[in-house]
C-alpha cells in the first residue's frame, strides 16, 4: 500500500508518534525557570482538552516527502475513545477510506485497490513508529498528552508565558508548550535523544467550534527530520464542528480488492 497515500489518509494522525528505542534518557532542552516534579502533580499542568463527544472536519492535507509533494481533501469524524474515521481524495474522487477504533485498523486504498483489516503493529511496521488509537486521536485534537507513570515532568516558562512541559519517555524527550490564555497545546515536539530524529506538530489558527466550549486548532503543522532526510505535511481545516447530528462511520471493502497482509 502506498505509504505516502497512506499518511495522507490517516491525516497526520500517525506523525507524531515517536520510535520508542530505549536509549540514555535525557533532559528537556531550552526549559527555563524549571522545576522537576512527579507524575502525581501533573495537575499543575494547566492544559485544557478539546472534550467534546464528537468532531466532524473538513480540510486540505498537504505534504512534502522525500521532495515528493502530495495533496488530497479530508474529511474526518470521530467519536472520542471510540471510533476515528478519515477520508482523503482529490477532485471529488476517493482515493483512501480508514477506520480507526481503539483495537483494530481498516485501511481501503482505491488508488490500487487494496485494503487493509488488522492491529496496529502493521501500522507501526509500514510507518516505522509506534502507532495507537490514542496517539492518532490525542494529535488531531491537539489535547495534552500526559507523562507516564514513573516519568519525571519538568515544568517551566514557555515563550508566550505559557507552560513548556517536558518529560523522557523510552530515550525520547516529549516536550509540549501550552498557551497561557487558553490552555490549549500549540506546539509538540519529540526529540531522540543520542540521535537526530526530531518531530514537531504546530497548531495554529485555533476558533470556536459549535458545540464545544474551547478552541480548536484549524492549522496543524508536522515538521518530521531524521538526518538529512525531512518530511513536512500541514492540515488546514475549512470546516469543523462539535456536533453529533448525523454521525455515521460507513466502510465498505469493494469486491475484488486484495487484502494486505500485516505480514509483508
Known amino acids: 500500500m502506498n505509504k505516502s497515500v497512506l499518511l495522507l489518509a490517516l491525516g497526520l494522525g500517525a506523525g507524531a508518534c515517536h520510535r520508542a528505542v530505549p536509549t540514555t534518557k535525557g533532559t528537556a532542552p531550552g526549559a527555563s525557570t524549571s522545576t522537576t516534579v512527579r507524575p ?3 495537575a499543575a499542568v494547566k492544559a485544557v482538552d478539546f472534550d467534546s463527544p464528537y468532531l466532524t472536519a473538513k480540510g486540505k492535507v498537504q505534504a512534502t516527502i522525500k521532495g515528493d509533494e502530495k495533496s488530497a481533501t479530508i474529511n474526518i469524524r470521530m467519536r472520542r475513545d471510540s471510533a476515528i474515521w478519515i477520508s482523503a481524495g482529490l477532485l471529488g474522487f476517493e482515493g483512501v477510506r480508514a477506520l480507526l477504533t481503539p483495537d483494530s485498523v481498516r485501511v481501503v486504498n482505491r488508488l490500487d485497490k487494496t485494503y487493509f483489516a488488522g492491529g496496529y503493529d502493521y ?15 490525542a494529535l488531531l485534537l491537539g489535547n495534552y ?3 507516564p507513570a514513573g516519568a519525571a515532568l519538568t515544568l ?10 517536558a518529560y523522557p519517555l523510552n530515550g525520547v524527550i516529549v516536550e509540549q508548550i501550552i498557551q497561557a490564555a487558553s490552555g490549549r497545546v500549540e506546539k509538540l515536539t519529540l526529540t531522540e535523544t ?5 518531530l514537531a ?8 467550534v459549535d458545540g464545544a466550549k474551547v478552541p480548536f486548532a484549524h492549522s496543524l503543522l508536522i515538521d518530521a527530520k531524521q538526518g538529512a532526510v525531512g518530511t513536512k505535511a500541514s492540515l488546514k481545516y475549512s470546516k469543523v464542528s462539535a456536533g453529533a ?7 465498505d471493502i469493494p469486491k475484488g480488492f486484495q487484502r494486505v497482509k500485516g505480514n509483508k
Open 40 to 42: 502525581s502533580k501533573e
Open 123 to 137: 501500522l507501526t511496521k509500514l510507518l516505522n513508529v509506534p502507532v495507537s488509537f490514542a496517539q492518532a486521536q
Open 145 to 147: 498528552q500526559a507523562a
Open 156 to 165: 517551566g516558562t514557555g515563550p508566550s508565558g505559557g507552560q513548556r512541559v
Open 194 to 198: 543520542g540521535s537526530n530524529r526530531s
Open 201 to 208: 506538530a504546530d497548531y495554529a489558527d485555533f476558533q470556536a
Open 245 to 251: 447530528a448525523g454521525l455515521s462511520f460507513p466502510f
